[in-house]
C-alpha cells in the first residue's frame, strides 16, 4: 500500500520509513505523515558525529501533485542534540526549501503550467489547492529573465496594457530569425527607450544589420540615433493597414449618400445595403476570396458568388471602382515586386494615386513617399524569409491573450518575466536547489 502512495505521489527517491508513515484520507483531501529513514548527522557547529534525537516537529508541506485534490505532507521532522556543544539542528529536509510550505515538486509543476498564455496565477492555484500569492512568489523567485544578446535582426513593436501605471504601451523587441523576446521595456516612447538601449554596449548595437518596425517616429529616431549599422524596414502589414483605411474611407462616404436611415438592412436602399454587408470586399485582396463560395444576398433572396458581387459594387460608382482598382494595384505590387523594380513600380504606383484626385489617397501617398527607403527594405529577404513583424504579431497576441486572462498586469517586472518565460521555452529556472 505505502509503495503505491510513494509512487503516485512521486516520492520514490526520498529516503522514507514505510513502517513509521501513514495515509490519512478526509473530506478535505489527504495527509501522508511521513518519517525519513535515520542516516548518520554530525554537527553543523562544532562538527561531532555523537548527536542523538532531542524530539520530533512536524512540518505540514503542500504537495498537491494530485491536481484538485489537496495533499498534505506531515513530515515528522527530527531535531537533534549534540553531546559536545549541545547544538540543537533539524535533519536535512528533502521536500521543501527552508523556510517554504510549499515542496518542491509542487514549484516545478507550477512553473511548468505558467508556460502557458492561456493560464492565470489564480488558475494554476486552484489546480494545486494553494493560494494566489504562493502561486506569485514561486514565479519571483525562480524567473527572473535576462535580455539577450541583440541579434543581426530586431522586430520591434507595442502592446496595449490598460492596467500598467507608468505607461499604457509595452514595447517588445524581438529576435526575428528565432522568435525569441529579447526584451521588454516599460514604455514606446524615445526617451525611455533611449535611456534603455543606450545602456547596451555599443558594440552589440553595432552588430545589428535589420530593424524591423512599424510607422511609429520614435521606433525610427531610436534605430538612426542607436543602430548606425542597420537597416531599417518598414512591416508592410502595417501600409496595408493605412491603405485599407483610405479605401474604406472612400466605401463609407459613398455609402452615406445612399443612407435612408432604414433600422433594418434589408429595408435599406440597394446600395447601401451592399455596401455595407460586402465592406470587406474593399479591405481584402479579391484572390484571397474564396473561389467556390456563395455569399447569401438576403435582402434580394438570392445568393452571388464573388465576381458578381464585386461586379455589382464597382457599378455604384466610378470613383469607387477606381479606389478599389488602386488598392489591389498596391496590394500586387506589395506581393509581387522585389528590390529590382522597386523604384519604377514605386513611382508608377505613387503618380497613379496622385492622377485619381481621390481626397481620402492624398494622405496615404503622402506617407509612403515619406517612407519609401523603410517600404524597399521591406522587400529583402533573408534565409528565404522577408522582413516583416509577422512573428512579433504572433507572439504579441499571445501576450494580449496572458494580459487578457489576467484581467491586466499593475507589476511591470511579473509581466515582463512571465512574457519571456511563455514565449522563450528555454528560459531556466533560477535559485532551484533540491
Known sequence: ??????????????????DKSILIKNENGIEYVIVLNKTDVSCPKCGCIECTIHDYRIKSIKHSLLINMPCILKYKARRFICKSCGCQFYEH??????????SLQTDLLVLEQLRSHTVTFSNVAKMFSISTASVMNIFDKYVRCSRLKL????????????????????CVLLDFESGKIVEMYPSRHYYVLLENLQRIPKIERNSVNYFIMDMWDPYKRIANDLFPNAKIAVDSFHVLQHLNMAVDMVRLRTMKKFNQGHAKLENANMYYYMLKKFHFFFKTPFAKLDEEKLWPVNKLKTKW??????GYLKSISSELTQAYNLAENYRDFNYYCNLKTFDEDFDDLVNQFFDSKIPEFFEFTKMIIRWKDEIRNSFIFINGKRLSNGKIESCNSRLKVLLKAANGYQNFNRYRNRSIFVINKDTPIRNYHK
Open 1 to 18: 500500500m505505502n509503495n503505491d502512495i510513494i509512487k503516485l505521489l512521486n516520492l520514490e527517491s526520498y529516503n522514507i520509513d514505510l
Open 93 to 102: 529536509n528533502p521536500f521543501c526549501q527552508k523556510d517554504e510550505k510549499v
Open 151 to 170: 541579434p543581426s535582426i530586431i522586430s520591434i513593436d507595442e502592446i496595449y496594457t490598460k492596467n500598467m501605471k507608468r505607461d499604457k504601451y509595452v
Open 305 to 310: 458568388d464573388k465576381y458578381t458581387i464585386l
